[in-house]
């Protein structure tokens, strides 16, 4: 099991990152939210969870140990399988998948991509009395986006919502409301990411 990488940052796309560790590069699949927060030739650590197929060998990559932690309970799920769990941790922070699931809010989980009512419903089943952590928001991890978002942050998270299958005449203009929407918050890049998936829904939904 490779519990963790430590090394550079030689490529990255809106879902994974290529770290050099040892001589050898290491393709890691990651939430658009942590993507944007890793920078090219930067040394940084990841929390991985190694997934071992038939046919491949697959690394999924996390900033903090909870998200692991909620990654982990969430494959166990029937239905659900690493990248849905992915997508849940890239729509929901893992304090906010804990209260959906003591709340049995399945409208949450639902609004990820690929998860009906029905597997929504095992998750909330499955998950009970398991997560034990604090209900509380999360500390800010990233680049502070200001008032309204600066141009270039905005951008990113543009190209991020490009490489989860949004059409970009979709991405920017919600990317421009959920800025105007979280003004005066001061929130970081993450939070503008998740603000604006919150506007859009699952992609596809929305012509």
Do not use: C
Not at 48 to 62: C, M, P, S
Not at 84 to 109: C, I, N, Y
Not at 118 to 131: E, F, N, Q, W
Not at 188 to 196: I, M, P, S
């Amino acid at each position: 099991m490779i519990a963790s990488l430590r090394g550079q940052v030689l490529y990255r796309t809106a879902t994974t990152v290529t770290i050099e560790a040892a001589g050898v590069g290491y393709q890691v699949f990651v939430t658009p939210a942590h993507a944007l927060q890793l920078r090219l030739d930067a040394e940084v650590l990841v929390r991985t969870h190694l997934v071992v197929r038939e046919d491949a060998w697959t690394l999924y990559g996390f900033q903090r140990p909870e998200e692991l932690e909620i990654f982990e309970h969430l494959i166990t799920v029937t239905g659900v399988g690493p990248k849905s769990a992915l997508g849940v941790l890239a729509h929901l922070e893992p304090e906010q998948v804990a209260r959906a699931v003591a709340e049995e809010d399945v409208k949450a989980f639902t609004a990820v991509s690929g998860i009906g009512p029905k597997t929504a419903k095992l998750i909330i089943l499955s998950l009970a009395g398991k997560i034990a952590l604090a209900l509380s928001p999360s500390p800010a991890a990233g680049e502070p986006v200001g008032q309204n978002g600066s141009a270039a942050l905005r951008r990113d998270v543009v190209e991020a919502l490009l490489g989860l299958g949004y059409a970009e005449r979709q991405a920017a203009p919600a990317v421009e409301d959920a800025a105007k929407a979280l003004d005066g918050e001061d929130p970081d890049v993450a939070a503008l990411l998740r603000a604006t998936l919150k506007l859009l829904g699952p992609a596809g939904s929305r012509s």
